[in-house]
């Protein structure tokens, strides 16, 4: 009988990176899952029709045919390409498990129309979320969001980081309320409004990684696994 430092239950994306991590760090880890697929509650069901069985509904329809090429995520999470998971990924050494394909482009829906996010200069030129002038000061907001440096208070253009809410930032570049829409929850990625009376900071380093990310691939910051998210525990578990 063997013996391990740690055990392992389930094969979710959280147990999945300990699991790695402890691997790394030298620990003999034994990692199992009663499922018979990886993933836990973020899984990629396949083929289709283990899909229709797992929420117990007759299907699927005869019009749809290869269930095989089927690869459907339970919660689809797209990544940023420099974000925290992706720098696990790379650490632990899981990427060469992996394919990933840039997202062609993130969209919103505005005034009963769906536009797309500018990804790069022409885009933002031709873009109608925001007005001419609007595109004049969204672009000085981001020439300080990138010269940024909470070491180099010469950078902070009398900003106070901890101090300035993001709501008196905003006001500093006078953008109006098209650009901070846009700006808070399509490139911060802000789920609510409350960020406006928080500091600054976190937005100010949230905008900075989507401009890095789009910066890796110029079309889109966003990455998914080419097989679907369980890819991802699958990854760790060889």
């Not at 790394?24 to 289709?48: F, M, R, T």
Request: hydrophobic residues 35%; aromatic residues 10%; charged residues 25%.
């Amino acid at each position: 009988m063997q013996d391990y430092d740690v055990i392992v239950l389930g094969t979710g994306i959280k147990e999945c990176v300990l699991s790695g991590l402890m691997s790394l760090s030298g620990k003999k880890v034994l990692h199992i899952d009663k499922n018979s697929y990886h993933g836990g509650e973020s899984a990629s069901i396949s083929p289709l029709e283990e899909l229709y069985r797992r929420f117990k509904v007759p299907g699927p329809p005869k019009s749809i045919r290869r269930g095989k090429e089927w690869n459907v995520d339970l919660i689809p999470k797209f990544f940023l390409a420099t974000g925290q998971l992706v720098k696990i990924l790379v650490h632990t050494e899981v990427t060469r498990y992996l394919d990933f394909k840039v997202v062609e482009g993130s969209y919103v829906f505005k005034a009963g129309k769906v536009h797309k996010v500018p990804a790069t200069e022409e885009d933002a030129q031709s873009s109608d979320l925001m007005g001419m002038f609007d595109k004049r000061r969204f672009k000085k907001l981001l020439h300080f969001v990138l010269n940024f440096d909470t070491r180099n208070p010469r950078t902070h253009q009398d900003v106070d980081p901890e101090k300035t809410t993001t709501r008196e930032l905003f006001s500093r570049f006078d953008l109006g309320q098209d650009v901070i829409e846009v700006t808070g929850h399509a490139i911060a990625l802000h789920s609510s409004e409350s960020y406006l009376d928080q500091p600054c900071l976190e937005t100010i380093n949230r905008i900075r990684q989507y401009c890095e990310s789009l910066s890796r691939h110029n079309s889109s910051p966003y990455l998914y696994p080419l097989y679907g998210l369980s890819e991802l525990p699958q990854g760790y578990a060889r």
